[in-house]
């Protein structure tokens, strides 16, 4: 059975998984949510305003009612600016599946945060919450993310054409990444060496 457990502090060595405050928004509209470059590989468009953003975190913030509600602030342990998002979502109660999904703002990009924090999400969901299985879907137009996925010890298991169709209606193919709890176990060790 999933054991919920709601969206607990994380550390990592260099990231705090944590919750949202209310008084996050404006950062997280200045760090990704109003950007472009992430909001090109998200299915929703970039904010406009500030007021789209605060709705997003109120929101988040109310989510934390529910135990079943798993969203991550990540932040830099050094600094405590608060660099991006991760959350556990959709899941499935029959399959115990569910869904795992990320942004990090641009000035974060490629220095290894994302892989750190899907890293430790992904040990969290099986370790913690036993959860059968992990997935999580890029734009083929966005290796990046499809990178981490791997480095996170996913693996591909299709190419969806036109699975989305995002705020600038164009469609996007979309790579299907996955983990087992089984497949986790035994990669765990070399994960935790970072030879993967
Ligand atoms: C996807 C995202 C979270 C990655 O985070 P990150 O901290 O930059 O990732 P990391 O630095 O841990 O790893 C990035 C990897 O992708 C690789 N990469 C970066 N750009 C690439 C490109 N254009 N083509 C191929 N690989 C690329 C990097 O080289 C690195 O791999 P390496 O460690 O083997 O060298 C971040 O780019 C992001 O927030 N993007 C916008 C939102 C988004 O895409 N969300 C996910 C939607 S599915």
């Not at 705090?16 to 760090?31: G, R, S, T, Y």
């Not at 509600?69 to 991006?84: R, T």
């Not at 083929?140 to 791997?150: H, K, L």
Request: glycine share 6%.
């Amino acid at each position: 059975m999933i054991k919920y457990l709601g969206t607990p502090h994380i550390e990592t060595d260099r990231l705090i998984l944590e919750k949202f405050q209310l008084n996050d928004a404006q950062k997280v509209f200045d760090h990704w949510l109003s950007d472009e470059r992430v909001a090109d590989n998200r299915i929703n468009a970039a904010h406009k305003t500030i007021s789209e953003t605060i709705e997003r975190v109120n929101k988040i913030v109310t989510g934390y009612e529910s135990e079943e509600f798993c969203y991550w602030a990540i932040k830099l342990k050094d600094s405590g600016e608060l660099i991006g998002e991760i959350d556990l979502y959709d899941f499935d109660k029959v399959t115990e599946n569910c869904e795992v999904s990320y942004s990090l703002g641009y000035e974060w990009w490629n220095r290894g945060y994302g892989t750190e924090a899907l890293r430790a999400i992904v040990e969290f969901g099986f370790r913690q919450m036993n959860i059968h299985k992990i997935s999580a879907a890029h734009n083929t137009d966005n290796p990046a993310s499809g990178r981490i996925m791997s480095k996170a010890g996913m693996v591909q298991e299709g190419i969806i054409r036109d699975m989305i169709r995002n705020s600038k209606n164009q469609y996007k193919d979309c790579a299907i990444y996955g983990i087992l709890q089984e497949e986790f176990n035994s990669k765990n060790f070399v994960l935790q060496q970072g030879t993967n």
